[in-house]
C-alpha cells in the first residue's frame, strides 16, 4: 500500500511541473523583452474563470521606457465595467539573463526566463477582492509571434488549485497599418 501511495504521489508531483521555458530555446523570432516593449503597446484580454466563463475583458495601454539592462513598464488598464488600474513595473535584467520585476501589486519579486520566442514569468499578485486581498500565485507566459505581436497566458493559483486563466494579445503601436 505505501509503494502504491507513493507511486501515486510522485505521478501527482510530475504533473504539476509544467513546461521547461528552454524547450523554446530555439523558437524565432527570439523575443527582446526592452526592444519589444520600447514605447506604446496596446493589449486586449480577458479573465476566465476555471471552468471557462469569461468574467472581465479589458484594454492595456502600456508604455515602456528604460535602458541598460533595465525597463519600466506603466500599464494603463481599462476594463469592460469601465472601471480602470494601473499597474507599474520595474525590470532588471540580472547578468544571467533572467529578468526580475518589482509592482506596487506584486509580493515580492516577480522572475522571469527568457529562451528563443518565450518568456516565463512567476510571481505572487495582490488581487483585492471585496474589501480583501488575496495572494494569487501566477505563471505567466508570454511568446512573440512576429517583430509586432505577442500572445500571454496566464494561469492564475490559490494553494496550488488553478482558479483562472488571463490571456492577452499584444500589438506594439509602432507596427500599426
Known sequence: MKKLLSALLLA???GCAGPDVQQYKAQQPVLDLAAY???????????????GTVEKRFHVVITGTGGDGTLTLDEQFQYDDGSTQRRVWHLTRGADGRWRGRADDVKGEALGELAGNALRWQYTLLLPVGGSTYEMAFDDWMFLIDDCTMINRASMAKFGVELGQVTLMFRRRACAR
Do not use: E, N, V, Y
Open 12 to 14: 501527482l508531483l510530475a
Open 37 to 51: 516593449f520600447h514605447g506604446t503597446t496596446d493589449a486586449w484580454g480577458m479573465f476566465q474563470r476555471r471552468g
